[in-house]
């Protein structure tokens, strides 16, 4: 069983080098997923100058980890869209998801670019009467937003289900694969692309300056396209930050069902699609466990789950992949998308949920056009700017008390070991030494690695993350490296280590 996503099995690798030198462009865009990789097409294709940051490799973050599902509606739902705001919203978020889709489907069939995308339908299904009010009431704010929604009571899937709602239209690729193939339009187009080159400080201004290791990009304009922007931002106090998990099975039967299938489940819903790679081989892909980030201990318990709930409803063979990511909601249910503020030329896209690779689209899109002078005509229901406090109240209170908690937990701080040597391999613990806060994982040849445990974000300790073998923050979602490296988040700086010499 592989440690990673199928997507990232069945794709080239990419090699594009690290910034080597000072460089001035129109647009900087930080990070190489969806949002990043459409935004430097769009605007490179327009014509402007245009310099890509990937901290790590292009679409090896949340993209290379997404489902590779494609639709119009919302894990929100379509009618807590329509309560929240209005039947006019809905319509507008579904519209504005379709065109992305669109827009995805118009490249792929232009630029030829081989990445399985096919249309497919998209299905809401309750496996018990109990369920089937709450998917009425979808069907009907789903038809509400203009969408071509029906009622079925069986599915191609080989167990019973009570109800299902079905949108025809949506669609399924391999988003690894059609993340390279822009990459490599991007370049064709006159922009470039740095790999392994993440960003380690911002000055805004004018120009803006970006600091990297080996060099300084300055430009016009900034987009945030890292999941969550970077830096210390009021949006961060908005937002929930969850991780999921994912497998990809074998099955005995060979009989893999076709289309996006989210299976109603309590607490929280199952996704399932299938997939068959270039080597001709098929899977079924299983997702759901979702958790705030840095609040599960038993994070592997997440997978065992899943292949429970898979071997009950599937004959499962083996179990061949697995992985996780990472998602950020929002306070109101919409994703925050647009410019920070105007006249310094600062934009951000953030809280896609789990319907990032849509919305990531979408949001490269909108900011293309703002950063062009064109009428985008969803811009203003995704301005982050946007004032809801009645429809973000909730989930705002909800957030900001629990990252109100961590901070309370982590006073007085209580270390998880009292000395170094309580750490067994394949174990991390937060220690604390001569009063510091100390991150420290022993690897499984014994070796220790230490960092500092407090988040260079705004200062919250880390928490380890025994699946992936990484420091997560609880407060706003930075991920770190057992070295100290920031994998994803808000933060821009690496945990410390200790100084030379300290007696650890
Ligand atoms: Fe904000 Fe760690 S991510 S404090």
């Known amino acids: 069983m592989k440690k990673t996503s199928l997507w990232k099995e069945d794709a080239d690798a990419s090699a594009y080098p690290p910034l080597q030198n000072d460089l001035h462009v129109d647009v900087a865009i930080i990070g190489g997923g969806m949002t990043g990789l459409t935004a430097a097409h769009l605007l490179a294709g327009a014509g402007k100058s245009v310099a890509l940051l990937e901290a790590w490799r292009v679409g090896g973050g949340t993209t290379g980890f997404s489902t590779g599902n494609l639709y119009a509606t919302v894990e929100e739902r379509m009618h807590a869209i329509c309560s929240k705001f209005d039947s006019e919203t809905a319509h507008a978020v579904a519209a504005s998801r379709t065109a992305a889709i669109g827009h995805i489907e118009n490249l792929v069939h232009r630029l030829a670019i081989d990445c399985d995308f096919h249309r497919r339908p998209w299905r809401l299904i309750s496996e018990i009467p109990q369920n089937n009010k709450i998917l009425e009431k979808e069907f ?300 420290v994982y022993r690897d499984e040849a014994g070796v220790l690695h230490q960092v500092s445990a407090v988040c260079t974000h705004m200062k919250c300790i880390v928490n380890w993350n025994a699946e992936a073998k990484s420091w997560d923050c609880p407060c706003h979602g930075s991920r770190f490296t057992v070295d100290g490296r920031v994998i994803e988040g808000p933060a821009m700086i690496d945990l410390p280590k200790p100084e030379t010499g300290k007696p650890h």
């Not at 370049?187 to 740095?194: D, E, L, N, T």
């Not at 489940?265 to 299938?274: E, G, L, T």
């Open 140 to 439: 009907h704010a789903c038809r509400e937003a203009g969408l071509d929604a029906y009622l079925e009571t069986s599915t191609p899937l080989p167990f019973d289900i009570s109800r299902a709602l079905r949108i025809e239209n949506q669609a399924q690729f391999n988003p690894m694969r059609y993340a390279k193939a822009l990459a490599a339009e991007i370049i064709k187009a006159g922009g470039s692309v740095f790999e392994r080159t993440p960003v380690l400080r911002i000055k805004e201004g004018s120009p803006h300056s970006l600091y990297t290791e080996n060099g300084t990009v300055t430009a016009d304009k900034i987009i945030h396209a890292t999941h969550s922007p970077k830096g210390v931002r009021f949006v961060h106090t908005l937002m929930g930050v969850h991780r999921e998990y994912a497998i990809a099975v074998k099955l005995n039967s060979n009989n893999y069902p076709e289309g996006i299938f989210w299976v109603m489940s309590r607490p929280h819903q199952h996704s399932i699609r299938a997939y068959t790679d270039s080597r001709g081989e098929s899977f079924l892909l299983v997702l759901g466990e979702p958790h705030k980030v840095g609040h599960k201990k038993d994070n592997e318990s997440c997978f065992r789950n899943l292949e429970a709930y898979a071997g009950a409803r599937f004959d499962v063979k083996s179990v061949d992949y697995r992985w996780s990511a990472q998602n950020y909601r929002s306070a109101d249910g919409l994703p925050y998308i647009g410019a920070l503020d105007e006249k310094t030329g600062v934009y951000i896209a953030t809280g896609f949920a789990t319907d990032g690779l849509t919305y990531g689209t979408l949001a490269a899109m909108i900011i293309s056009d703002l950063i062009l002078d064109n009428e985008n005509p969803w811009a203003k229901l995704y301005d982050p700017r946007r004032h809801n406090p009645l429809k973000s109240a909730g989930r705002f209170i909800k957030e900001n008390v629990h990252v109100f908690m961590d901070y309370m937990h982590d006073l007085p701080y209580r270390a998880e070991a009292k000395i170094v040597s309580d750490i067994r391999p394949d174990e991390g613990k937060t220690v604390v030494i001569k009063g510091e806060k100390f991150a």
